[in-house]
């Protein structure tokens, strides 16, 4: 199992849709959580950070964290075809790393 | 605007060639990484340091070298570059006490012809 586990996609939603990414982690102590975007042959930008259960919002994005299940979600509203991207999901654990997934690869349809 | 910084951007070379990747960060970070990442695949964390002389090698198994003598520079070293090299070279770092993410570099793309 590995210790941060997401769907690969591509994940399909129309142009103006809510676009759902889930992300789940084996490390019970994970403290941290993390979203990256990462467009085609770029490097990863960090877009969210969210460290207490419940919802964290900023503009068209919100990161949901449920540490009972552990999994942490992005919510993109109103999606964009600029928002077609890979989306890394990264969890810091007790040690001073973090744990990449190996993303969900998102496209928004015009 | 990056305060991370990566040369070259993109480096093209023969086999055999010694190499080093510039990596360098303005922020004061105490952490720094070098991750490796073929296109369309995942990140694998080749090197990181905790600072000034740590150096570890990371989950994945790599023939670069790393060093640390100052605390803005993690330059990444290949003394005979392959074309099993091939592939894109990713620097990031963070602060040792904040709970933020990575900021990563631009990445160097490797060619090894």
């Known amino acids: 199992q590995k210790e941060v586990e997401q769907n690969s996609g591509p994940l399909s939603v129309p142009e103006g849709a809510i676009a759902s990414l889930n992300c789940t982690y084996s490390?019970?102590?994970?403290?941290?959580f993390f979203w990256y975007r990462q467009y085609s042959g770029k490097s990863p930008e960090l877009i969210m950070s969210?460290?207490?259960?419940g919802d964290k919002e900023d503009g068209r994005f919100t990161a949901q964290l449920n540490k009972a299940s552990q999994y942490v979600s992005l919510l993109i509203r109103d999606s964009q075809p600029s928002d077609s991207a890979t989306y890394l999901c990264?969890?810091?654990?007790?040690?001073?790393?973090?744990?990449f997934g190996s993303g969900t690869r998102l496209l928004v349809r015009p | 605007e990056a305060d991370i910084y990566q040369t070259p951007r993109y480096l093209v070379i023969g086999t055999g060639k010694k190499i080093t990747l510039e990596c360098s960060q303005t922020m004061g970070h105490d952490k720094m990484y070098w991750y490796q990442q073929d296109p369309g695949m995942e990140l694998h964390l080749i090197h990181y340091?905790?600072?000034?002389?740590?150096?570890e090698k990371g989950d994945l198994s790599s023939e670069s070298t790393v060093s640390r003598i100052r605390t803005e520079h993690f330059p990444l070293t290949l003394e005979s570059a392959r074309p099993s090299h091939t592939s894109q070279y990713l620097c990031?770092?963070?602060?040792?006490?904040?709970?933020?993410?990575?900021?990563f570099g631009s990445g160097t793309r490797l060619t090894v012809v």
């Open positions: 990031a770092s963070r602060n040792m006490e904040a709970s933020d993410g990575y900021t």
């Open positions: 969210i460290y207490s259960n």
């Open positions: 340091s905790y600072g000034v002389n740590s150096t």
């Open positions: 490390d019970r102590g994970s403290q941290s």
């Open positions: 990264a969890v810091k654990p007790s040690s001073y790393k973090l744990i």
